[in-house]
């Protein structure tokens, strides 16, 4: 178990963002290993959501850019089984110790979990310009 959780902290780098003594716990768990993890699964990432536009969302590629943020918003918060899954990508890079930290208080670590995808996705809307069949 050791062995996992030390691979997974040297392969996912080291902390982004600012972490200070004033940082909440949540501050420094999203810093610490949800920015890493987001990072890191970028790619991954952007393929699943081509995935699901390509699958649920006929005529996305059609859509304005702001109407394409929309609709990645609201994929993410109102599909639930997606959001599931998304989250199942972030929480199998988490090592034992971020899993029980995150089981204490996954509520409030959900909400930025999902936020900074969101975001993430929505800054990279250019890639999302022509359809991609990943079939």
Do not use: C, H, W
Request: aromatic letters at 10%; glycine letters at 2%.
């Amino acid at each position: 178990m050791e062995d996992r959780d030390a691979f997974l902290r040297e392969f996912r780098g080291e902390t982004l963002g600012t972490v200070s003594a004033q940082s909440s716990p949540e501050e420094l768990f999203q810093n610490q290993t949800i920015r890493p993890i987001l990072k890191l699964q970028n790619d991954l990432f952007i393929a699943v959501f081509i995935n699901y536009v390509n699958k649920n969302k006929a005529d996305f590629y059609s859509y304005t850019a702001e109407k394409k943020i929309q609709t990645i918003e609201n994929s993410i918060q109102k599909d639930i089984k997606f959001r599931n899954s998304l989250k199942g990508i972030i929480m199998g890079l988490f090592t034992i110790e971020e899993y029980d930290i995150y089981i204490q208080n996954s509520s409030s670590l959900n909400k930025r979990m999902m936020n900074l995808l969101i975001e993430r996705l929505r800054s990279q809307v250019q890639l999302f310009e022509v359809e991609t069949d990943l079939n």
